[in-house]
């Protein structure tokens, strides 16, 4: 499993055998956590782009007495995250081969600037191959062969194989939204998370208010043609066109479906990640019939204590 | 205290005297539920813009054998929910006058249509006056003179008393954000809430990326000059360009500043509320000490069961 938090490490360590943290944790307590409960010694993985960031993890690493595996963590064009250059993708991997209390384990990357649909992806791709190649090349030439190639994102998951890759990361894909399915990576019977709401009012006319708002569908705009924040499930010519903290308004300008006030509606979120990351629990269905009740458990665990002065 | 949702009307009841729910709660068992934990008989209040969230009021109190306030949600411009015209707002309280379990208290409404800054308000305040001068007179001439009239939102917090409110909503206000600054209704040293993040990557330039996402600031963009997600504390040049979920990337294009990795930093959100809901507990700050730690008591819980069928 891939976290990027100390807090999801820990909720997820008693049911995962291998654990790959995309994300450079820095602080010894934060480190200590997750080394301390690594489920099986050697399952561990942290990624790095920075001396400062792996250093961090060594010294977490050789004070607990153990060996915490390192991907050296590469920017292919998101320019988020990830050493910028193969010379520095190099020359960190040989700190890291070098270092005792880690393992040098390979590279790993995020393809977050490729966004388009599908069958618009081919070039793009193909760059993200050309500058792998090259990076292996580099570090097989320096002693350096990476063991793993962690790399993907949603929208490319269908692709992550002409990367390259040893280890597809595509986290979207469980649940799957909105924006997945207008990308082509899934289609809407693949939408496993809705999020169920009220019509509270139908006082101004051409729309409808659900109990569903910013706090419930997390306000992340779609940039795209339909916009808005989500769509009723079986009715996907209704957007939700404004969000308030606890409004949802429902566009009813393209049907002639009204709703009554009471009536439930299903709303397929733009972002399901930051929808659920907004509810303590979830229920789980089959069909129709409830079959349980899953604690959103990594959430909301964030927020660091501020260090009195 | 003023609150949306029947969780948060549980969680502040054994503190707060009287509890206005402005949101037509809907459906018997948590009217229910809010009418058995109203903490002194008669503090409760719920607002309703129709017949069907008058009804659902009525029944639970008449069930309940108490008596619950409703006031009446009026329109003034922002056509989210609220009876649009004088003459439904007289129906609606005429209604609510003559039912039983219901007690007709007055009127509502949200001015969240005025977002300017408080130097330019002048003109919407006036029509929201002359509008409610106008509500006053049609119930006044239908004996239905409404007690209350609670009105206002943080941006017009400090033109309140020239709509002629008996009551004023102000909610950001008691924490501030980045959005009320500029909206003039705050300075930024009324700044009382911040996320506290530290930097995690400096390998693109130009920028700092912080562990600061919108799982921790929320995303809600800025749509005036600066744009962004939030700003450094102490540093306002320092913009929040560009948020993921874990990731937030500060620009410092406008900087010669460049932080350390490692480095804290407390960035400001556009948006307090919906940034706070993200967090299960805030850090109370007296000055530099660390006074306290407070639950955030009734967020993450507006999730509704599904009926299994």
Redesign the interface.
């Known amino acids: 499993v891939t976290v ?2 100390a807090r999801e490490a820990e909720a997820l360590a008693p049911v995962c055998r291998d654990i790959l943290i995309a ?2 944790l ?2 010894q307590s934060k480190l200590n956590r997750v080394i301390q409960l690594d489920p099986f010694p050697g399952r561990l993985t942290i990624a790095v ?2 001396l ?2 792996l250093g ?1 993890v060594a010294e977490a690493a050789r004070s607990a007495g153990r060996d915490v595996g390192v991907l050296i ?1 590469l ?1 292919v064009g998101m ?6 250059t193969i010379e ?1 993708a190099v020359a960190l991997a040989a700190e890291a081969s070098n270092k005792t209390g880690v393992r040098y384990d390979g590279v790993m990357f995020y393809p ?1 600037h490729i966004r388009s649909h599908i069958d618009a992806q081919e070039e793009a791709v193909r760059d993200v191959r050309a500058y792998l190649v090259s990076v292996r090349e580099a570090l097989d030439g320096a002693g350096l062969a990476p063991r793993v190639v962690s790399g993907g994102a949603t929208p490319t998951v269908w692709r992550s194989h002409e990367m390259g890759v040893t280890e597809v990361r595509a986290g979207t894909i469980v649940f799957n939204d909105r924006t997945t399915v207008l990308t082509g990576a899934c289609d809407w019977h693949d939408c496993a998370y809705s ?4 019509v ?6 051409g ?1 409808a ?1 659900i ?2 708002g ?3 569908l ?4 779609l940039r795209a043609a339909g916009g808005g924040y989500g769509v009723v499930h079986d009715r996907r010519d209704i957007i939700v066109k ?1 969000l ?4 949802g ?1 429902l566009d009813l300008s393209a049907t002639a479906w009204r709703p ?3 009536e ?1 509606v299903r709303i397929i979120p733009n972002h399901v ?2 929808s659920m ?7 789980a ?1 089959l069909g ?3 079959v349980g ?1 899953w604690p ?1 458990a990594a ?8 260090r ?2």
């Open positions: 990027a938090t994300y450079p820095l602080g782009d920075s400062v960031a961090e963590e920017d320019k988020r995250t990830g050493v910028p520095e977050g999020v169920l709401a009220t509270i009012s139908t006082a101004v006319s729309q208010v109990d569903a910013s706090k419930a997390s306000k992340e705009e404004a308030s903290e606890e409004h308004v009554a006030i009471g439930r990640c930051v990351n907004l509810h303590e629990t979830v229920w269905m129709d019939e409830v009740c959103v959430r909301g665990r964030a927020v660091q204590r501020p009195s002065v």
